[in-house]
Nanobody, 122 residues
Framework: QVRLVESGGEMVQAGDSLRLSCVASGRTDPWPNVGWFRQAPGKAREFVALVNWGATTTVYADTVKGRFTISRDNAKKAVYLQMNNLQPEDTALYLC???????????????WGRGTQVTVSS
């Protein structure tokens, strides 16, 4: 079993930056691919970004490309999401998940954290 804990979310103003963290514990060997998703109230879970095990491949949703950067530190079992130039439409609960394949689909993810709330005011 893998336990994921997200942190770093808070209320900010449009144009601000935040760095989210996702730290894993439990049976993390091998340390799989990790994705960030977000979910606004009443909406489906939306893919944001994905990084592979070796951090050699990253994938981004078009809505965040150029503003968000995903990275990882395998020694710390941590994955980060640097979010710049935040906009009100980025407001959501941000969750990380682990998957054995590189996928944008939530159903391919085996484990999820509980999320961290990001709220962006205009």
């Amino acid at each position: 079993q893998v336990r994921l804990v997200e942190s770093g979310g808070e209320m900010v103003q449009a144009g601000d930056s935040l760095r989210l963290s996702c730290v894993a514990s439990g049976r993390t060997d091998p340390w799989p691919n990790v994705g960030w998703f977000r979910q606004a109230p009443g909406k489906a879970r939306e893919f944001v970004a994905l990084v592979n095990w070796g951090a050699t491949t990253t994938v981004y949703a078009d809505t965040v490309k150029g503003r968000f950067t995903i990275s990882r530190d395998n020694a710390k079992k941590a994955v980060y999401l640097q979010m710049n130039n935040l906009q009100p439409e980025d407001t959501a609960l941000y969750l990380c998940g682990v998957t054995s394949i590189m996928s944008r689909l939530p159903r391919h993810y085996n484990w999820w954290g509980r999320g961290t709330q990001v709220t962006v005011s205009s």
